[in-house]
């Protein structure tokens, strides 16, 4: 059996100038400076906690509660206003019914998201039936610790060695490595190529055609 882990934000998803967008009014209604886009693409696929405090660059736990609290209900409110904007990238949706028609593999999710947004999603597009583990960190610490990758192998059955996280920022890479997993980066998504390859990815795609061979590359 593989168990092919994938990211959200930025793998399955294109959400980079929703969050960005969000991000910066979350801050501007609290008077704060926004963040720019990049500021932002940095962090994302952090737990949105985690990532609001880098971002802030304070520990001031009520500071970073009432930002995420903010960044939330904003979100909440640009979807009901535009449902389209949280797409799937061009050939992820191929990508995934392949993989599920062959029966030693099994797919999960491992993200930053909360599990509600994960089920919304997946939902939307309907492939929450794709996936037989959902990995958040509702229940998990943030990315890049190891926990989502080993709860997936706990809740499967999987090996680590059998195990493949495939991500677009080193979060994923360094969580995987972390797990004693396999890694492929995707070039499409918010973290530069060459910082995947450094933080652990062992192959690198740049369309989701090329997902199948890279995922038997990293197991051999």
């Avoid at 995707?186 to 795609?205: C, K, M, N, Q, S």
Wanted: glycine share 10%; proline share 6%; with cysteine.
């Amino acid at each position: 059996m593989r168990l092919i882990m994938f990211d959200m934000d930025g793998t399955l998803i294109d959400t980079q100038a929703l969050i960005a967008e969000n991000a910066a009014a979350a801050f501007q209604s609290m008077g704060l400076p926004p963040p720019t886009p990049a500021e932002v693409r940095s962090i994302i696929g952090l737990s949105l906690p985690v990532a609001m405090g880098r971002l802030l660059k304070t520990d001031d736990v009520d500071l970073v509660e009432a930002v995420v609290g903010q960044y939330r209900s904003l979100y909440r409110t640009s979807l009901e206003q535009d449902v389209d904007r949280e797409p799937l990238y061009p050939g992820a949706r191929d990508a995934l019914e392949r993989l599920k028609l062959q029966p030693e593999i099994i797919l999960g999710v491992a993200t930053g998201k909360g599990l509600n947004g994960v089920v919304r999603i997946l939902g939307n597009h309907g492939i929450a039936g794709h996936f037989v583990t959902l990995q958040t960190p509702d229940h998990n610490p943030s990315k890049p610790h190891p926990g989502m990758l080993l709860r997936a192998m706990a809740e499967t059955g999987a090996e680590p060695t059998s195990t493949v996280m495939v991500g677009d920022t080193t979060y994923d890479m360094e969580l995987a490595r972390a797990a004693g997993c396999r890694a492929v980066g995707v070039t499409w998504g918010y973290h530069p190529a060459e910082d995947l390859l450094r933080a652990g990815a062992g192959a690198l795609i740049h369309d989701y055609s090329e997902l199948d061979a890279a995922i038997v590359r990293v197991l051999e």
